[in-house]
Antibody, heavy 120, light 110 residues
Framework: EVQLVESGGGLVQPGGSRRLSCAAS????????MSWVRQAPGEGLEWVAN????????NYADSLKGRFTISRDNAKNSLFLQMNSLRVEDTAVYYC?????????????WGQGTLVTVPS | DVVMRQSPLSLPVTLGQPASISCRSS???????????LTWFHQRPGQSPRRLIY???NRDSGVPDRFSGSGSGTDFTLKISRVEAEDVGVYYC???????FGQGTKLEIK
Protein backbone atom coordinates (compact mmCIF):
# COMPACT_ATOMS: atom_id res chain seq x y z
CA GLU A 1 0.00 0.00 0.00
CA VAL A 2 1.33 3.39 -1.01
CA GLN A 3 1.81 5.67 1.97
CA LEU A 4 2.96 9.27 2.04
CA VAL A 5 3.33 10.89 5.44
CA GLU A 6 4.13 14.57 5.67
CA SER A 7 5.62 16.26 8.71
CA GLY A 8 7.24 19.51 9.71
CA GLY A 9 4.30 21.88 9.62
CA GLY A 10 3.56 24.36 12.35
CA LEU A 11 3.46 28.04 13.22
CA VAL A 12 6.17 30.10 11.55
CA GLN A 13 6.67 33.84 11.89
CA PRO A 14 6.68 35.96 8.73
CA GLY A 15 10.11 35.92 7.19
CA GLY A 16 10.95 32.62 8.83
CA SER A 17 11.86 29.25 7.35
CA ARG A 18 10.48 25.76 7.60
CA ARG A 19 11.46 22.39 6.20
CA LEU A 20 8.74 19.92 5.37
CA SER A 21 9.37 16.21 5.01
CA CYS A 22 7.45 13.42 3.34
CA ALA A 23 8.16 9.79 4.17
CA ALA A 24 7.22 7.42 1.37
CA SER A 25 6.56 3.71 1.59
CA UNK A 26 4.80 0.94 -0.28
CA UNK A 27 6.38 1.66 -3.65
CA UNK A 28 9.77 2.07 -5.32
CA UNK A 29 10.34 5.72 -4.45
CA UNK A 30 13.40 6.27 -6.63
CA UNK A 31 11.58 5.64 -9.93
CA UNK A 32 8.88 8.29 -9.57
CA UNK A 33 8.70 12.03 -9.90
CA MET A 34 7.34 13.62 -6.74
CA SER A 35 5.39 16.83 -6.15
CA TRP A 36 4.30 19.21 -3.44
CA VAL A 37 0.83 20.74 -3.70
CA ARG A 38 -0.67 23.22 -1.26
CA GLN A 39 -4.14 24.35 -0.29
CA ALA A 40 -4.81 27.57 1.58
CA PRO A 41 -7.69 27.46 4.08
CA GLY A 42 -10.99 27.28 2.23
CA GLU A 43 -9.27 27.57 -1.14
CA GLY A 44 -8.42 25.35 -4.08
CA LEU A 45 -5.34 23.34 -4.94
CA GLU A 46 -2.08 24.96 -6.02
CA TRP A 47 0.89 22.99 -7.31
CA VAL A 48 4.14 24.07 -5.66
CA ALA A 49 7.03 22.08 -7.09
CA ASN A 50 8.16 18.76 -8.47
CA UNK A 51 11.38 16.82 -8.74
CA UNK A 52 12.54 14.02 -10.98
CA UNK A 53 13.81 10.63 -9.96
CA UNK A 54 17.43 11.50 -9.21
CA UNK A 55 16.85 15.10 -8.17
CA UNK A 56 18.58 16.59 -11.19
CA UNK A 57 15.44 18.32 -12.49
CA UNK A 58 13.23 20.54 -10.39
CA ASN A 59 10.31 22.73 -11.35
CA TYR A 60 8.53 25.39 -9.31
CA ALA A 61 5.38 27.45 -9.49
CA ASP A 62 6.20 30.92 -10.79
CA SER A 63 4.54 32.52 -7.77
CA LEU A 64 7.18 31.17 -5.39
CA LYS A 65 9.94 33.30 -6.88
CA GLY A 66 12.82 31.17 -5.64
CA ARG A 67 11.79 31.04 -1.98
CA PHE A 68 11.13 27.30 -1.92
CA THR A 69 13.48 24.40 -2.68
CA ILE A 70 12.41 20.82 -3.31
CA SER A 71 14.79 17.93 -2.72
CA ARG A 72 14.76 14.20 -2.12
CA ASP A 73 16.78 11.42 -0.50
CA ASN A 74 16.18 8.17 -2.35
CA ALA A 75 18.18 6.19 0.19
CA LYS A 76 15.69 7.28 2.86
CA ASN A 77 12.58 7.31 0.64
CA SER A 78 12.02 10.91 1.60
CA LEU A 79 10.92 14.12 -0.08
CA PHE A 80 11.58 17.59 1.31
CA LEU A 81 10.44 21.16 0.84
CA GLN A 82 12.59 23.94 2.23
CA MET A 83 10.52 27.10 2.57
CA ASN A 84 12.25 30.43 3.19
CA SER A 85 11.07 34.02 3.60
CA LEU A 86 7.62 32.78 4.51
CA ARG A 87 4.66 35.09 4.04
CA VAL A 88 1.13 35.16 5.40
CA GLU A 89 -0.11 33.93 2.02
CA ASP A 90 1.99 30.76 2.36
CA THR A 91 -0.39 29.58 5.07
CA ALA A 92 -1.75 26.29 3.73
CA VAL A 93 -1.91 22.55 4.04
CA TYR A 94 1.05 21.15 2.13
CA TYR A 95 0.55 17.80 0.44
CA CYS A 96 3.19 15.44 -0.83
CA UNK A 97 2.07 13.55 -3.92
CA UNK A 98 3.50 10.74 -5.99
CA UNK A 99 3.76 11.68 -9.58
CA UNK A 100 4.39 9.49 -12.59
CA UNK A 101 7.56 8.25 -14.22
CA UNK A 102 7.63 11.27 -16.54
CA UNK A 103 7.40 15.02 -16.09
CA UNK A 104 3.72 14.97 -17.00
CA UNK A 105 1.46 15.42 -14.00
CA UNK A 106 0.05 12.32 -12.44
CA UNK A 107 -0.45 13.08 -8.75
CA UNK A 108 -1.72 9.55 -8.29
CA UNK A 109 -1.31 9.27 -4.52
CA TRP A 110 -1.44 11.99 -1.86
CA GLY A 111 -0.42 12.23 1.75
CA GLN A 112 -2.66 13.56 4.49
CA GLY A 113 -0.97 16.95 4.44
CA THR A 114 0.81 19.12 7.00
CA LEU A 115 -0.41 22.58 7.97
CA VAL A 116 1.92 25.55 7.84
CA THR A 117 0.60 28.72 9.46
CA VAL A 118 2.23 32.10 8.97
CA PRO A 119 0.34 34.58 11.15
CA SER A 120 -0.30 38.18 10.19
CA ASP B 1 -0.03 30.14 -18.97
CA VAL B 2 -2.83 27.63 -19.23
CA VAL B 3 -6.03 28.63 -17.47
CA MET B 4 -8.50 25.97 -16.40
CA ARG B 5 -12.11 26.97 -15.85
CA GLN B 6 -14.70 24.72 -14.28
CA SER B 7 -18.45 25.05 -14.28
CA PRO B 8 -20.57 25.08 -12.36
CA LEU B 9 -18.72 26.05 -9.20
CA SER B 10 -21.59 24.79 -7.07
CA LEU B 11 -23.61 21.72 -7.93
CA PRO B 12 -26.60 20.67 -5.81
CA VAL B 13 -27.75 17.21 -6.85
CA THR B 14 -30.50 14.88 -5.70
CA LEU B 15 -29.36 11.42 -4.63
CA GLY B 16 -29.60 8.97 -7.51
CA GLN B 17 -29.59 11.70 -10.13
CA PRO B 18 -26.79 12.32 -12.63
CA ALA B 19 -24.26 15.12 -12.34
CA SER B 20 -21.93 16.72 -14.83
CA ILE B 21 -18.96 19.04 -14.40
CA SER B 22 -17.33 20.93 -17.22
CA CYS B 23 -13.64 21.84 -17.43
CA ARG B 24 -12.31 24.08 -20.16
CA SER B 25 -8.69 24.95 -20.81
CA SER B 26 -7.38 28.10 -22.45
CA UNK B 27 -5.30 26.02 -24.85
CA UNK B 28 -5.27 22.50 -26.21
CA UNK B 29 -4.10 19.85 -23.74
CA UNK B 30 -2.93 17.46 -26.45
CA UNK B 31 0.73 16.86 -25.71
CA UNK B 32 3.46 16.22 -28.27
CA UNK B 33 3.22 12.48 -27.60
CA UNK B 34 -0.39 12.53 -28.76
CA UNK B 35 -1.86 12.00 -25.30
CA UNK B 36 -4.08 14.45 -23.46
CA UNK B 37 -3.10 15.02 -19.84
CA LEU B 38 -6.32 16.01 -18.15
CA THR B 39 -6.93 14.65 -14.65
CA TRP B 40 -9.88 14.76 -12.28
CA PHE B 41 -9.63 14.71 -8.47
CA HIS B 42 -12.21 14.44 -5.72
CA GLN B 43 -11.69 15.92 -2.28
CA ARG B 44 -14.12 15.01 0.46
CA PRO B 45 -14.49 17.44 3.36
CA GLY B 46 -11.50 17.21 5.66
CA GLN B 47 -9.66 14.74 3.44
CA SER B 48 -6.81 14.78 0.97
CA PRO B 49 -7.60 14.85 -2.73
CA ARG B 50 -8.00 11.54 -4.48
CA ARG B 51 -7.29 11.01 -8.15
CA LEU B 52 -10.34 9.68 -9.98
CA ILE B 53 -9.49 9.88 -13.66
CA TYR B 54 -6.31 10.43 -15.65
CA UNK B 55 -5.68 11.18 -19.31
CA UNK B 56 -9.26 12.31 -19.80
CA UNK B 57 -11.10 9.04 -19.40
CA ASN B 58 -9.08 6.41 -17.51
CA ARG B 59 -10.59 5.56 -14.16
CA ASP B 60 -8.22 4.82 -11.31
CA SER B 61 -8.39 1.51 -9.50
CA GLY B 62 -11.24 1.42 -7.02
CA VAL B 63 -13.14 4.30 -8.59
CA PRO B 64 -16.77 3.32 -9.12
CA ASP B 65 -17.86 2.98 -12.72
CA ARG B 66 -20.56 5.60 -12.19
CA PHE B 67 -17.73 8.09 -12.73
CA SER B 68 -16.69 8.77 -16.30
CA GLY B 69 -14.52 11.31 -18.04
CA SER B 70 -14.69 12.50 -21.59
CA GLY B 71 -13.60 15.30 -23.87
CA SER B 72 -10.80 16.39 -26.11
CA GLY B 73 -8.67 19.39 -26.96
CA THR B 74 -9.91 22.11 -24.62
CA ASP B 75 -13.28 20.80 -23.43
CA PHE B 76 -13.66 18.07 -20.85
CA THR B 77 -16.45 16.64 -18.73
CA LEU B 78 -16.71 14.56 -15.60
CA LYS B 79 -20.00 12.72 -15.26
CA ILE B 80 -21.50 10.85 -12.35
CA SER B 81 -24.30 8.62 -13.57
CA ARG B 82 -26.11 8.36 -10.21
CA VAL B 83 -24.91 10.50 -7.33
CA GLU B 84 -24.42 8.80 -4.00
CA ALA B 85 -23.93 10.40 -0.60
CA GLU B 86 -20.20 9.65 -0.59
CA ASP B 87 -19.75 11.74 -3.74
CA VAL B 88 -20.08 15.05 -1.89
CA GLY B 89 -17.04 17.30 -1.83
CA VAL B 90 -15.05 19.31 -4.31
CA TYR B 91 -14.01 18.11 -7.75
CA TYR B 92 -10.96 19.55 -9.48
CA CYS B 93 -9.67 19.18 -12.99
CA UNK B 94 -5.97 19.64 -13.71
CA UNK B 95 -3.88 19.91 -16.83
CA UNK B 96 -0.74 17.84 -16.78
CA UNK B 97 2.06 19.89 -18.28
CA UNK B 98 1.97 22.87 -15.94
CA UNK B 99 -0.06 21.35 -13.12
CA UNK B 100 -2.76 23.98 -13.40
CA PHE B 101 -5.91 23.21 -11.43
CA GLY B 102 -9.44 24.39 -12.07
CA GLN B 103 -11.17 26.39 -9.34
CA GLY B 104 -13.07 23.39 -8.07
CA THR B 105 -16.74 22.39 -8.19
CA LYS B 106 -18.51 21.79 -4.91
CA LEU B 107 -21.04 18.98 -5.14
CA GLU B 108 -23.67 18.81 -2.45
CA ILE B 109 -26.80 16.77 -1.92
CA LYS B 110 -30.09 18.63 -2.28
Amino acid sequence: EVQLVESGGGLVQPGGSRRLSCAASGFTFRIYWMSWVRQAPGEGLEWVANINQDGSEKNYADSLKGRFTISRDNAKNSLFLQMNSLRVEDTAVYYCARDGKTALASLHFWGQGTLVTVPS
Amino acid sequence: DVVMRQSPLSLPVTLGQPASISCRSSQSLVYSDGNTYLTWFHQRPGQSPRRLIYQVSNRDSGVPDRFSGSGSGTDFTLKISRVEAEDVGVYYCMEGTHYTFGQGTKLEIK
